[in-house]
């Protein structure tokens, strides 16, 4: 007895026609059962945040709801649930929303919702939302619901609720759990686990990776899965592809969450065959007494100006325009002033803009006026008074408010999660009777390492994988190798303080290696490399996306019989 779940959408913006691809992909023999969409993101939280301050009804991602014009009646036709977390943070008003274009369609749609994540907001928050389990998806599905709409679940939950309905598991089928919790992650962030940011997409016809298809599991009762996609549809299922997707987002061995405690540690990967990649052997354990709770918050106003320098003493130009902003700034100066120069010039270039550096300022304060007016008379006052061949990318404008992602964590027990049931019948989730605070693991054994032998210096990512992903303020970068003989020298030679040394920017944070041999992995977390998370706009890359490709870039000495 086999679940096939599909996903077709990993965050708020993702492909329009996805669910048209997956509802309508696979044939008679491949249908799905299930459709996901993911479209929660921590920046996600704030935009929706914010358009509720403006109209109370809103708060949901409005994009589910044009898709669904097709989708519902597609998903009617072949008898497809669809489980999302579009409900943001009003899920009711989405529900509401559905069984209205439901009954305009004609559909005898049945649409349920699970609410009680919202938290009171305090301390100034504009959201307050704790990441419940998908024990409320499975009581909403067991009711007959055809479509369940969640506000803030966690992402894995979209596939662990559906898994827990259909195959009737109990609470405590932690090992059953922890697999659906492995496959939900692998789903959760779409194209991304079929070739999407792919680290080795080189080694493949580019073709592939022109329109990746949507990934899907076949999850089976014992909570092993097979992670594949529609028959015909691009992209590659792999397991590179399925290992850089294990390690997006996640930190040590114990992966904890509402439902279960995911042992990633005992993950086993299989290439079964073409575009299909087995998980098995995955281990889990209680969840954890509390819930993580998402503050979202407005953290004050920004604004930047990027100043053009271009061909001789770019250094001499920066210092000079960087110290009459400074001096024009000194009577109102903003609580934070940061400057970066980014030395995109090369000498004897034959075009203007490879000739040209970026000076860029960035200012953030709790008053809208002082990132206003002040730095705009500040940057554009100099133009005819500064280095020669002054000019910006474009004027700065009024400033713009930005967010800020905190975490906070409550008991279980005080968060009231509910299935509220087509007919509107309330149907409170228990708690979970066992529970176990996550603990690291002691650093499992390494593997003999290779012997000595000559090297050569090349970028890292001639051999190893990588991918990076933002988690609050806080950074990871998970990089993998593909043999064992690459993983006799990566599990020695990628120690915390060579990866301080390749990655300067990080030479002052607490950085934490994890061990994850069955993986061939190492999972990097980097304590507040974001500043206040993605929103605040604290760094060149506030999600850190590109941090892992960064680490590849970078020169090391690899032995000669690994290249």
């Known amino acids: 007895m086999v679940l096939r779940i599909g996903n077709a ?9 996805a669910v048209r691809e997956m509802l309508t992909g696979g044939g008679p023999e491949g249908a799905i059962d299930v459709l996901t969409g993911d479209y929660l993101a921590e920046l996600t939280m704030l935009i929706l945040g914010r358009d509720q301050l403006k109209d109370p009804a809103s708060g949901y991602a409005k994009t589910f709801l044009c898709q669904m014009e097709e989708g519902l009646g597609l998903a009617h036709d ?24 439901a009954a305009k369609l004609g559909l005898p749609t049945r649409v349920a919702h699970v609410e009680g994540d919202r938290l ?8 307050a939302n704790a990441y419940l389990g998908g024990a409320g998806i499975a009581a909403c599905l067991a009711a007959g619901a055809d479509v369940v709409v969640t506000g803030r679940v966690t992402d894995a939950a979209l596939v662990t609720g559906p898994a827990q309905w259909h195959f009737g598991w109990g609470p405590e089928e932690y090992d059953r759990l922890a697999g659906a919790v492995v496959a939900g992650h692998v789903l959760e962030c779409g194209t991304q686990a079929t070739g999407g940011n792919y680290a080795f997409f080189r080694e493949h016809d580019p073709a592939l990776f022109r329109r990746p298809g949507f990934p899907l599991a076949e999850l ?12 015909g549809t691009g992209g590659l299922v792999d397991v590179g592809t399925v290992t850089a997707q294990l390690l997006y987002e996640t930190a040590g061995a114990r992966y904890p969450g509402p439902d279960v405690t995911a042992r990633l540690d005992s993950v086993r990967l299989t290439q079964e065959g073409p575009d299909r ?3 098995d052997g995955v281990r889990g354990e209680a969840p954890p007494p509390t819930l993580k709770v998402g503050l979202s918050r407005l953290g004050g106003f920004r604004n930047e100006v990027v100043f053009v320098l271009t061909g001789l003493d770019i250094e001499e130009k920066a210092a000079l325009v960087r110290g009459q902003v400074e001096d024009a700034l000194a009577g109102s100066r903003p609580r934070e002033v940061r400057w970066e120069l980014v030395r995109t010039d090369r000498s004897d270039a034959d075009t203007e803009e490879t000739a040209s550096a970026l000076l860029r300022l960035v200012v953030r304060d709790p008053a809208p006026e002082a990132v206003g007016r002040a730095l705009t008379g500040a940057a554009i006052e100099l133009a005819l008074a500064s280095y020669p061949g002054f000019h910006v990318t474009a ?11 905190e975490s906070a964590y409550v008991p279980a027990a005080d968060v009231p999660h509910a299935a509220v049931l087509a007919d509107g019948t309330r149907v409170p989730v228990p708690v979970p009777r066992r529970t176990r605070e996550p603990a690291p693991v002691p650093e499992p054994a390494l593997p003999e390492p290779l012997p000595p032998g000559p090297t050569r210096r090349v970028p890292l990512g001639r051999i190893v994988g990588a991918r990076s992903g933002d988690k609050g303020g806080d950074a990871n970068v998970g990089v993998w190798v593909r043999t064992e003989e690459e993983w006799r020298w990566l599990a020695h030679a990628l120690t915390v303080e060579r990866v301080r040394e390749l990655l300067p920017e990080t030479a002052d944070l607490d950085v934490t290696r994890h061990v994850l041999p069955r993986l061939r992995a190492l999972n990097f977390t980097f304590a507040g490399i974001l500043g206040e998370g993605v929103a605040s706009q604290a760094r060149f890359d506030p999600q850190a996306k590109a941090l892992g490709e960064w680490l590849r870039s970078r020169a090391t000495d690899i032995p000669e019989g690994l290249l």
């Open 277 to 279: 990649v087995r998980i």
């Open 395 to 405: 004027p700065p404008g009024k400033g713009a408010p930005y967010g800020v992602f």
């Open 9 to 17: 959408s990993g965050f708020y913006g993702d492909r329009f026609d």
């Open 78 to 101: 072949r008898g497809i649930r669809i489980v999302t977390n579009a409900g943001g943070l009003n899920p009711a008003g989405l529900a509401e929303a559905l069984r209205v274009l």
């Open 220 to 231: 089976h009762e014992d909570g092993s899965a097979v992670i594949t996609k529609h028959p």
């Open 120 to 127: 009171p907001a305090v301390g100034g928050a504009l959201a």
